[in-house]
């Protein structure tokens, strides 16, 4: 069964201090791993897509990292508006198309 | 362009009703899934539908079930409401299935 855990489960930074969130998985062959970014009340946005070992993937202040067990999501220098949920979600090579997810990370930047 | 569309926003069934919630995808995208969120248990994937087949299925009762129509858009259905369906239904649009998932902004059921 394809597993996907999170951590920390929440983070409180301080504008601008930069930190990173953990995605640790287990699938029998892994096809993708996605990053989303979840605001309350809201649907997950789409940031990131990671296919092999060694990818790395950059947007504004985020930068995804993947190796065979974990991926990382990097935050640079975070703005308040960085704060969110961001969930991590594998797909397995299966051809079973569902997405697991983890439980997330709450981020929270203080200005 | 357009977004995943999903309607109702919210919703308030009572125990025992069924209900049908709709999912427009993004033009051009054949694969609609659904997923379940709640705080206790996350989101879980309920079904993903293909060219108006469901390819597979979540591990839920079979009281959810869904459809898909020939112009992608997609409705999901619960029948005989119960309190723990209560959660947020998201809807997620994918040109493939295979390709990356774009989430729609939910449909907030509450079932009293």
């Known amino acids: 069964e394809d597993q996907v855990t999170q951590s920390p489960e929440a983070l409180r930074l301080q504008e601008g201090e930069s930190s990173s969130l953990n995605c640790s998985y287990t699938?029998?062959?892994?096809?993708?791993l996605f990053w989303y970014r979840q605001d309350p009340g809201k649907g997950p946005e789409f940031l990131f897509t990671?296919?092999?070992a060694g990818e790395e993937k950059e947007k504004e202040r985020l930068k995804a990292t993947l190796t065979k067990k974990e991926s990382f999501l990097h935050i640079t220098a975070p703005k308040p508006e960085d704060s969110a949920t961001y969930l991590c979600?594998?797909?397995?090579?299966?051809?079973?198309?569902?997405?697991?997810f983890g439980s997330g990370t709450r981020l929270q930047v203080q200005p | 362009k357009a977004g995943v569309t999903q309607t109702p926003r919210y919703l308030i069934k009572t125990r025992g009703q069924q209900v049908t919630l709709s999912c427009s995808p993004i033009?051009?995208?054949?694969?609609v899934s659904w997923y379940q969120q709640t705080p206790g248990q996350g989101l879980q994937f309920l079904f993903e539908?293909?060219?108006?087949?469901?390819?597979n299925k979540g591990n839920f009762p079979g009281r959810f079930s869904g459809r898909q129509f020939s112009n992608s858009r997609s409705e999901m259905n619960v029948s005989t409401l119960e309190l723990g369906d209560s959660a947020l239904y998201l809807c997620?649009?994918?040109?493939?299935?295979?390709?990356?998932?774009?989430f729609g902004q939910g449909t907030r059921l509450t079932v009293v």
């Open positions: 997620a649009s994918s040109f493939s299935g295979f390709t990356e998932a774009f």
């Open positions: 699938v029998s062959g892994l096809r993708g």
């Open positions: 990671l296919y092999s």
């Open positions: 979600a594998v797909q397995a090579d299966t051809g079973r198309r569902a997405l697991t």
């Open positions: 033009s051009g995208h054949r694969s």
């Open positions: 539908y293909f060219s108006e087949t469901q390819r």
